[in-house]
Nanobody, 114 residues
């Protein structure tokens, strides 16, 4: 059974940076697309970024140029580098493994505040 564990969240000032990590168990990580989503209080969960097994990436317009998704298949880990953070980036960030069925992590809180 695949499990995903996120880490790296925290409190950061506007303009600051964080790097989120998502460690996956299981043997199919390298052939799975991986994604990051976020959910702010009172709002629906929204797509942030995706990386395919081949390394192709795509981003939500709201984070393009500021966030970078990457993966290390040797470590079964996907990363999300968050730069130039804004207050509106405050949310719980979840990673997702695109399998059947999809697998979600438990989330990590990112708070951007001065």
């Amino acid at each position: 059974q695949v499990q995903l564990v996120e880490s790296g969240g925290g409190l950061v000032q506007p303009g600051g940076s964080l790097r989120l990590s998502c460690a996956a168990s299981g043997s199919i990580f390298s052939i799975s697309a991986m994604g990051w989503y976020r959910q702010a209080p009172g709002r629906q969960r929204e797509f942030v970024a995706i990386i395919t097994s081949g390394g192709a990436t795509n981003y939500a317009d709201s984070v393009k140029g500021r966030f970078t998704i990457s993966r290390d298949n040797a470590k079964n880990t996907v990363y999300l580098q968050l730069n130039n953070l804004k207050a509106e980036d405050t949310a719980v960030y979840y990673c997702k493994q695109y399998t059947s069925p999809d697998v979600w992590g438990q989330g990590t809180q990112v708070t951007v505040s001065s």
